[in-house]
C-alpha cells in the first residue's frame, strides 16, 4: 500500500493512461515525438525492473483525422469506423517507439461487457499476467470498433482504474496537459495552488474540478477524479501528472513533488466487491422491508426471501441486481435466482423454498460474500 510520496518508488506494477489530447492533433494526427519521450520514460522504468501497462486513448481521434471528420459530431457507427481506421495507426506508433528500446507491446481491447463477466475478467488478469512474464508491454484501449453505450466506460479514464485493478497494479497515473488538480480553475484563477496530495477523496474534491475536456479527449478532471475514487476504493494508489513535461513519470516514482497524489482510502473493497459496484450494470431490483434492511445493515447478514416485497426487472441467476429499502437504495448484489423465481418466493421463508420452486439451491436470495453495501443509509 502507498502512505506517502516516498512508497512510490517501491511500486511493483503501474498503469499509465495516456490521453488523445496528448497523442493527437487535427493536422498531423499521431505526435510521434510525444509518443517517444514517454516510451522513452516507460522503458527507463521497464529496465528499473517495474512491470508498466499503457492504456491509451486515440484510435477514434487519428481516425477522425485520416478521414476529415475533425470539426464534425459523428455517429455511433462513424466512431466505430474511425476507431477501426485509428486503432492500427496507434499500435504502430507505440511498437515503433518501444521496439527502440527492443521491446515489444501487445494490443488488449476491452469493453465493460468483458470485465461484467468473471471469466472473462479473469481471462483478461491471466493474459497480463502472461505479458509481463515474457517481458511485453501490454497496451490497452477500449474497443470503440464493436462498443455501444450499454458496454463502454464512458472514458479511458475509468478504463485506465478498473485496468489498475484487474491487474493487481499498485498505481495508476493519468496524465494530462495539467500539472494535477487545484484548488480551483488554474485558467481562470491565476492563485489557483495545486494540490499535493490528497489522503482521502470525498466530494468537496470532486467539486474542484472544472469538467471541460480537450478537443479530442472526452474525460475532463471531474472523470480523473472518478476514476481515482475507483482506484483508491480497491486499495490501487492513483496520479494526476502532466504528460507534456518530460520526466514527470519518473519523477513521481522517484517520490517527488509531481502532480496530485491520491492515497487508498479506509473504505478499501476487496476485488470481488468492486467488480460488482463498479463493473456490474444491474440488471434489476430486489425490494426489501425495513427487518431486512436492518439484517444487512446492521449485522451483515444475507439476503433471506422473507424480507422480499417486490422484484423489478427481468434477470437471470448469478446477475447484478440492486437491493432497494424504503429509503433507497442501499446495496447491489449477484442473485441466486431469477426473477421469475424470486416473484414466487418473495415474501416466503428459506424452508418454503423447494415446496415452492420443485428444488432448493440455495436459503439466501443473496449471500454476503456476493453482497455490497453501497450506501449505508440510517433506518
Keep these: 500500500m502507498i502512505h506517502c510520496r516516498a512508497d512510490l518508488a517501491n511500486v511493483r506494477r503501474v498503469v499509465v493512461k495516456i490521453g488523445s489530447s496528448l497523442l493527437a492533433d487535427a493536422e498531423s494526427g499521431i505526435r510521434q515525438g510525444v509518443v517517444d519521450h514517454l516510451v522513452d520514460e516507460l522503458a527507463g522504468l521497464i529496465v528499473a525492473g517495474k512491470q508498466v501497462v499503457v492504456v491509451t486513448s486515440g484510435s477514434v481521434a487519428l481516425g477522425r483525422v485520416r478521414l476529415g471528420w475533425v470539426d464534425r459530431k459523428l455517429s455511433v457507427h462513424e466512431k466505430q469506423a474511425a476507431a477501426a481506421i485509428g486503432q492500427p495507426k496507434l499500435m504502430y506508433a507505440y511498437a515503433r517507439a518501444f521496439a527502440r528500446h527492443d521491446m515489444s507491446v501487445a494490443q488488449m481491447l476491452l469493453t465493460k461487457d468483458d470485465l461484467r463477466h468473471r471469466r472473462r475478467y479473469l481471462n483478461t488478469s491471466n493474459t497480463s499476467e502472461t505479458l509481463f512474464s515474457v517481458g511485453v508491454v501490454p497496451i490497452v484501449n477500449e474497443n470503440d470498433t464493436v462498443v455501444v453505450s450499454e458496454i463502454k466506460f464512458g472514458d479511458n479514464d475509468s ?94 516514482l522517484a517520490g517527488e513533488d509531481e502532480g496530485t497524489l491520491f492515497l487508498c482510502g479506509v473504505d478499501r473493497q476487496s476485488k470481488r466487491q468492486h467488480w460488482i459496484t463498479e463493473v456490474l450494470h444491474s440488471a434489476g431490483e430486489i425490494h426489501i422491508d425495513t427487518g431486512a434492511a436492518r439484517a444487512l445493515l446492521e449485522q451483515g447478514s444475507s439476503l433471506l426471501p422473507v424480507g422480499v416485497t417486490a422484484v423489478e426487472g427481468v434477470f437471470d441467476k448469478g446477475d447484478c441486481v440492486e437491493i432497494v429499502a424504503p429509503n433507497g437504495v442501499i446495496a447491489k448484489g449477484l442473485c441466486n435466482y431469477t426473477a421469475e423465481e424470486m416473484r414466487l418466493i418473495m415474501g416466503h421463508a428459506s424452508s418454503d423454498i423447494e415446496a415452492i420452486l420443485g428444488f432448493h439451491d440455495f436459503s439466501s436470495v443473496i449471500h454476503r460474500d456476493n453482497l455490497v453495501l453501497i450506501q449505508k443509509k440510517t433506518l
Design 159 to 252: 478504463l485506465g482504474a478498473l485496468v489498475s485493478l484487474v491487474v493487481d497494479a499498485d498505481l495508476v497515473v493519468m496524465l494530462t496537459d495539467v500539472p494535477g488538480l487545484y484548488d480551483r480553475n488554474p485558467g481562470a484563477h491565476k492563485d489557483a495552488k495545486r494540490i499535493d496530495i490528497i489522503p482521502h477523496l470525498n466530494d468537496e474534491h470532486i467539486a474542484m474540478a472544472d469538467d471541460t475536456g480537450s478537443s479530442f479527449g472526452t474525460g475532463g478532471m471531474a472523470s480523473k477524479l472518478a476514476a481515482a475514487r475507483v482506484a483508491t476504493r480497491g486499495g490501487v494508489a492513483a496520479a494526476i501528472i502532466s504528460g507534456k513535461e518530460k520526466g514527470t513519470l519518473t519523477r513521481l
